[in-house]
């Protein structure tokens, strides 16, 4: 029963923050690779942001760099997006995701992971 819960997300304007959260339980996964996924309607889901088991290497997408980060901290079993300078182009719903195989790799395709949460709405508004 591996479950990933996100939440933190909103109704936000242009230049917003909001920070998510992902909680995980069910099984370790202090050790993995984990990342952040979007979808916007009619879209693909696409990669917004990786990171490794112990936080030592993150990965952007390039839409985001500058504007975004992302972090763990493993002994609360959480991983976190901060995102700043929010713009209408964000909105969307963001996953959590966690790949079981991996914990120094970064990978960019949702067919990596093995889990997912249900997902949390950021919404920005003009």
């Known amino acids: 029963q591996v479950q990933l819960v996100e939440s933190g997300g909103g109704l936000v304007q242009t230049g917003d923050s909001l920070r998510l959260s992902c909680v995980f339980s069910?099984?370790?996964?202090?050790?993995?690779?984990m990342a952040w996924f979007r979808q916007a309607p009619g879209k693909e889901r696409e990669f917004v942001a990786g990171?490794?088991?112990?936080?030592?290497?993150?990965q952007l997408t390039d839409s985001v760099k500058g504007r975004f980060t992302i972090s763990r901290d493993n002994r609360k079993n959480t991983v976190y997006l901060q995102m700043n300078s929010l713009k209408p182009e964000d909105t969307a719903v963001y996953y959590c995701?966690?790949?079981?195989?991996?914990?120094?790799?970064?990978?960019?395709?949702?067919?990596?992971?093995?889990?997912w949460g249900q997902g949390t709405q950021v919404t920005v508004s003009s």
């Open positions: 995701a966690a790949d079981v195989n991996t914990m120094t790799i970064i990978n960019y395709y949702r067919q990596s992971y093995d889990y």
């Open positions: 069910g099984r370790p996964l202090s050790n993995k690779a």
């Open positions: 990171i490794t088991w112990n936080g030592g290497t993150t």
